[in-house]
């Protein structure tokens, strides 16, 4: 059996996450009020932090609308492919709308890219991105990422979205694996 050890606590990140709506919150021009904010979650690892935010939103005051984008970049196991493959796209209407796009972890910075392009063209009235983890030594493409839950070192996480080979999304906690040493 690997080990894994709790590197953000369940406690640590529903407080984190509580911030950050009242950060996107004040950061709302007042017209973006007068509609829902459209979240936009790349799956799959965006699900949880989804969510959590959206009623962390609904706490602090702001009403949202939910979508996501089928969108990877991993194959099976630890390293990147280095392409960013769009799986589903997005069903709601995005023009005009104020959108807050949102992820688990932001690594190589592909991923955001990608998506922040595709959005972008699709002409919303504002955009922000918003990320659990952020790995800034792992970036090869630099992204604006304009709200962070927590700044990492390059280790390898799971949980709370982040996975290995699919395992490990729904630990309610960041944690740091550690595979047996005969393994
Ligand atoms: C993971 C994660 C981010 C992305 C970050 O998704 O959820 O979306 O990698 O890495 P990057 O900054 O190097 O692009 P992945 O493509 O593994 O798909 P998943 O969400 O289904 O795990």
């Given at each position: 059996m690997a080990t894994i050890d709790v590197m953000i606590s369940a406690d640590e990140i529903s407080n984190r996450l509580d911030a950050l709506a009242e950060e996107v919150a004040a950061a709302?021009?007042?017209?973006?009020?007068t509609s829902p904010v459209l979240m936009i979650g790349p799956l799959k690892g965006a699900v949880m932090v989804m969510a959590d935010l959206a009623r962390a939103l609904h706490r602090a005051g702001v009403d949202t609308v939910m979508d996501f984008i089928g969108l990877s970049s991993y194959g099976a196991g630890t390293v990147s492919k280095g392409t960013v493959t769009m799986t589903s796209d997005l069903?709601?209407?995005?023009?005009?709308r104020h959108v807050l796009l949102v992820d688990d972890i932001v690594d190589t910075g592909r991923t955001l890219h990608f998506a922040q392009a595709h959005i972008a063209a699709r002409g919303p009235a504002s955009l922000r991105t918003l990320v659990v983890?952020?790995?800034?030594?792992?970036?090869v493409v630099e992204v604006p990422v304009e709200h962070v839950g927590f700044t990492i070192p390059d280790v390898f996480v799971i949980g709370y979205g982040t996975d290995l080979d699919q395992r490990y999304r729904e630990l309610p906690y960041v944690g740091l694996f550690r595979p047996d040493s005969d393994s």
């Amino acid at each position: 059996m690997a080990t894994i050890d709790v590197m953000i606590s369940a406690d640590e990140i529903s407080n984190r996450l509580d911030a950050l709506a009242e950060e996107v919150a004040a950061a709302l021009p007042p017209e973006a009020r007068t509609s829902p904010v459209l979240m936009i979650g790349p799956l799959k690892g965006a699900v949880m932090v989804m969510a959590d935010l959206a009623r962390a939103l609904h706490r602090a005051g702001v009403d949202t609308v939910m979508d996501f984008i089928g969108l990877s970049s991993y194959g099976a196991g630890t390293v990147s492919k280095g392409t960013v493959t769009m799986t589903s796209d997005l069903s709601i209407e995005v023009a005009g709308r104020h959108v807050l796009l949102v992820d688990d972890i932001v690594d190589t910075g592909r991923t955001l890219h990608f998506a922040q392009a595709h959005i972008a063209a699709r002409g919303p009235a504002s955009l922000r991105t918003l990320v659990v983890l952020d790995k800034p030594e792992r970036r090869v493409v630099e992204v604006p990422v304009e709200h962070v839950g927590f700044t990492i070192p390059d280790v390898f996480v799971i949980g709370y979205g982040t996975d290995l080979d699919q395992r490990y999304r729904e630990l309610p906690y960041v944690g740091l694996f550690r595979p047996d040493s005969d393994s």
